[in-house]
């Protein structure tokens, strides 16, 4: 028998209602060994899309189906930009995800549209697999939604403009409801109750002025507003931080090994430590972490903080920290000759760099110096000075001759090779934006990196081996319709990909090194990216498909992965070091964590990604009618993402505004053409553009094209021909999801899936 596809699980499950968990639905489905994996995928996209609701850790049953006509709840909206709700019972919210479609054909124009909060008579149907709603009347409208925005002065009063590109609602602000703010002011605002008034424009009241326009650090205020994300400490956490009073715990002398920290030259807490040498047969490296759980006790003030953060967030300005700068830059960051508290893992490498055994320590260090990647790395290459050139010869060289053996391992097991550049915003000291660069990639980058996922890979073995609970870093494989979607695109470049093959980092790195420096480089590399799944965390183990990795967790960073402070407790508890290891209490409450802490996560990722935006086109804003060179780096049917070189900003290209042809989008090969020449732009192509308008607000940047497109590909001249006669989609002209929503400003929908990226 075949792998069975959605339906027949779904039959399956309505014919077999006692068969709930993925053992009875394999058992019964006779689904055996790797296809596993793939049932576990099939139940999980169930789940995903309201099909199926969980029962329990590992069990399923169907989601009750939505009415025809019923009472939706709009919760939020996704990262798309569409409106998301479920249907409303008598025991609250119950179903699939609804997305909200529009008004009834027969309410346009009498009726108010839904927002997040919002509840709504509606009519609900199923559309490609899709459930959709359109609104029939707004029965309840939320008032403690609040928007972050732009407050403007007219002359008939003021508005607060969203900073989110994704928020359609403008507020006008009457005099009373301003509240002080002035012009250019960014402010938090949240609707006015309406009465019975249901028709005119939102009106809305300014609770709160943040900071100003012109303010060089206002980016990343946004951000931060905007996302939720907590800054100010709770008093009882501050104090806590203040006076630390660690846990008391068996501690083994680490004082005379000297351990070393590399960090970025301007670190302000480091939190690992290494150090390495030979021995007759391989290598001895130590691995040492600070100690955060002997500070952050379970359920302690700090210790809630801290999960309710998940993880420290890096703006471009600034970081706001999981844990206060009085304990993470003070106590628990390894400073160079101070006394600390850490925990520590000891591996045995042969020459090959394969390792031999490990055990974890929990035990007292002392920073032997404090170096810079630079720093050492000039150390290695022959420039050593000050601390970095004393310690060459006993510490450095050591390090790198592990890193060279631990290297050829890291080649055999063959991780996936996307070493994508990084760009850093450069500040003056008065916070204004100086330039921007590119981070150079060092080989003491790697070398703490390679380090630091070993360290990692030890602790998931130590805690299965011990049967402890845990949180595992999982990156799962590829999904078979993105795979499939890659194989059609590498066939529109003459390229071709087994599909009938389990996917594998090998593959793609061969795949990678065959297009290295050529045409398609950069356009496979972000083929490869888009295909890749997003690393969370898990108490279930998937592995780590981008480090090609079996077990992994996070051990290494406790000050501001909050994962890694769980880590630290599980090894704590299942090893006896110490009577504040992790409790029975927060040991069934892990699947929870995991997913909160991957939401927090994401919205870290997602306030860093915005304020980076707005950052580079407050840098670009006085450049208004330059000339750019860029690459295409997406393509949807509203028109062309390019990234500007040198800055790396991202930019847009409305389909409207390239030409007057008649252009249609080819998902499959990531490119639009022109009906009749079939002239083509697509993804990966270098192009020259003209900055047309910067919104700094929203980080939005509105380009030009001014390169000519492409002759139509060889290969698909003919089929491009056959499909012009018979119509193709028009360019959509009209404001809406994944079109310009006003001047410089984009909906979400447009957002290419290489600026999702995951972090491993």
Not at 389 to 414: F, I
Not at 543 to 566: C, E, K, M, W
């Amino acid at each position: 028998m075949s792998f069975p596809d959605k339906k027949t699980v779904l039959d399956f499950i309505r014919d077999n209602p006692n068969a709930t968990t993925k053992q009875d639905i394999a058992r019964g489905l006779h689904v055996k060994g790797r296809e596993r994996a793939m049932l576990r995928e099939i139940l999980k996209k169930l789940e995903a899309d309201g099909t199926l609701e969980r029962t329990g850790k590992r069990a399923w049953s169907q989601a009750d189906r939505p009415p025809s006509t019923g009472v939706v709840q709009f919760t939020h909206t996704d990262e798309n930009g569409d409106l998301i709700g479920k249907a409303l019972g008598d025991n609250g919210p119950f179903g699939p995800d609804i997305i909200y479609s529009g008004l009834s054909g027969k309410q346009k124009g009498e009726a108010t549209e839904p927002g997040e909060g919002d509840r709504a008579l509606c009519k609900i149907t199923q559309v490609d697999g899709d459930w959709q709603a359109r609104a029939l009347t707004v029965l309840e409208k939320q008032l403690t939604n609040s928007l972050v925005g732009m407050y403007s002065q007219g002359p008939r009063g003021g508005k607060v403009t969203p900073a989110n590109r994704k928020e359609r609602r403008e507020f006008l602000i009457q005099e009373a409801d301003r509240n002080g703010a002035e012009d250019g002011d960014l402010v938090i605002t949240t609707p006015k109750p309406q009465g019975r008034r249901q028709y005119g424009p939102n009106l809305g009241v300014i609770r709160e002025v943040i900071g100003h326009i012109s303010d060089p650090r206002s980016a990343s205020l946004l951000a931060i507003h905007a996302h939720g994300i907590p800054v100010e400490f709770p008093e009882a956490a501050l104090e806590q931080a203040r006076n630390p009073k660690p846990a008391p715990a068996e501690r083994e002398d680490l004082t005379q090994i000297p351990l070393i920290t590399i960090d970025p030259h301007d670190a302000r807490d480091h939190d690992d430590a290494v150090y390495a040498e030979q021995l007759d047969d391989g290598w001895r490296v130590i691995v040492a972490i600070a100690d955060v759980a002997a500070f952050v006790t379970p359920d302690s003030p700090l210790d809630r903080e801290a999960l309710k953060r998940g993880n420290s967030t890096y703006f471009p300005d600034r970081v706001v920290p999981m844990l206060p700068f009085e304990l993470s830059a003070d106590e628990c960051s390894l400073r160079e000759g101070e006394l600390r508290r850490c925990m520590a893992v000891e591996m045995i490498f042969d020459k090959s760099g394969s390792k031999r055994s490990h055990r974890f320590i929990r035990g007292m260090m002392k920073s032997a110096a404090k170096l810079s990647y630079e720093e050492a790395q000039a150390a290695i290459d022959g420039k050593p000075g000050g601390k970095a050139g004393e310690m060459l010869e006993t510490v450095l060289k050591p390090l790198w001759g592990a890193y060279a053996a631990l290297s050829k391992a890291r080649d055999d097991r063959s991780p996936l090779d996307l070493d994508l550049p990084e760009r850093r915003i450069l500040f003056s000291k008065d916070g204004e934006i100086e330039g921007i660069i590119t981070k150079e990639r060092l080989d003491a980058h790697r070398l703490i990196e390679e380090f630091m996922i070993q360290a990692n890979v030890a602790a998931a073995e130590t805690l299965e081996k011990q049967k402890s609970p845990l949180i595992y870093r999982v990156h799962d494989t590829p999904t078979d319709a993105k795979i499939a979607a890659f194989a059609e695109f590498l066939q529109t470049i003459d390229m071709k990909w087994n599909i009938g093959q389990r996917p594998q980092t090998e593959n793609f790195n061969r795949l990678l090194g065959e297009i290295k420096t050529g045409d398609y480089d950069q356009m496979v590399t972000q083929m490869v990216l888009r295909t890749q799944a997003q690393a969370i965390y898990s108490e279930e183990n998937l592995g780590h498909f981008g480090l090609n990795l079996v077990r992994y967790a996070h051990f290494t960073s406790p000050i501001r992965r909050y994962a890694d402070l769980i880590v630290h407790r599980a090894l704590i508890a299942s090893l006896g070091l110490g009577p504040d290891g992790l409790s029975k209490d927060m040991s069934v409450r892990l699947e929870e964590m995991a997913q909160h802490i991957s939401d927090t996560e994401r919205r870290s990722m997602a306030a860093e990604r915005e304020a980076t935006d707005r950052y580079l086109a407050i840098f670009l804003a006085d450049r208004v009618g330059s000339e750019f060179e860029g690459r295409i780096t997406g393509v949807t049917g509203a028109g062309l993402f390019i990234a500007l070189a040198g800055s790396g900003a991202d930019g847009f290209v409305p389909i409207s505004s390239i030409s007057d042809d008649y252009w249609v989008l080819d998902d499959a090969a990531m490119q639009i053409y022109a009906r009749g020449s079939g002239k083509t732009y697509g993804l990966g192509q270098i192009v020259r553009v003209k900055l047309k308008e910067v919104t700094p607000l929203q980080g939005g940047l509105l380009l030009e094209m001014l390169s000519e497109p492409m002759p139509a590909p060889e290969g698909r001249r003919e089929a491009r021909q056959s499909h012009n006669t018979g119509g193709g989609r028009p360019p959509r002209r009209k404001t809406g999801p994944g079109k310009p929503t006003g001047k410089g400003k984009f909906s979400k929908k447009t957002l290419p899936k290489h600026k999702r990226k995951s972090r491993k």
